[in-house]
């Protein structure tokens, strides 16, 4: 069983910035790409941005230059940096990653995190 577990959500101002962490557990044997995802309400969830394993960074266009992704391999954690936010980033923020796990290759979510961009 695997589990991933989001935290440093919240709510902050328009300009502002928070971290959001994600960190891997139970049976896992490797984990290639991990990534971020959002769904605003009303909306489709979608890519925010995702790392691999060796650091290849694909980064939705909304987010570019005020989001980071970055990852710890040794803790199987994962982070997202955002900067300069905007109202229109708040949304419910997903973690994701591919396990492997044994034999099974696993696409792993997260519960989900909202995050809220208002004065």
């Known amino acids: 069983q695997v589990q991933l577990v989001e935290s440093g959500g919240g709510l902050v101002q328009p300009g502002g910035s928070l971290r959001l962490s994600c960190a891997a557990s139970g049976s896992i044997d490797s984990i290639n790409t991990m990534g971020w995802y959002r769904q605003a309400p009303g909306k489709q969830r979608e890519l925010v941005a995702t790392i691999t394993s060796g650091g290849f960074t694909i980064d939705a266009d909304s987010v570019k230059g005020r989001f980071t992704i970055s990852r710890d391999n040794a803790k199987n954690v994962v982070y997202l940096q955002m900067n300069s936010l905007k109202p229109s980033d708040t949304a419910v923020y997903y973690c994701?990653?591919?396990?492997?796990?044994?034999?099974?290759?696993?696409?792993?979510w997260g519960q989900g995190i909202q995050v809220t961009v208002s004065s």
């Open positions: 994701n990653a591919v396990i492997r796990s044994g034999s099974r290759v696993l696409s792993s």
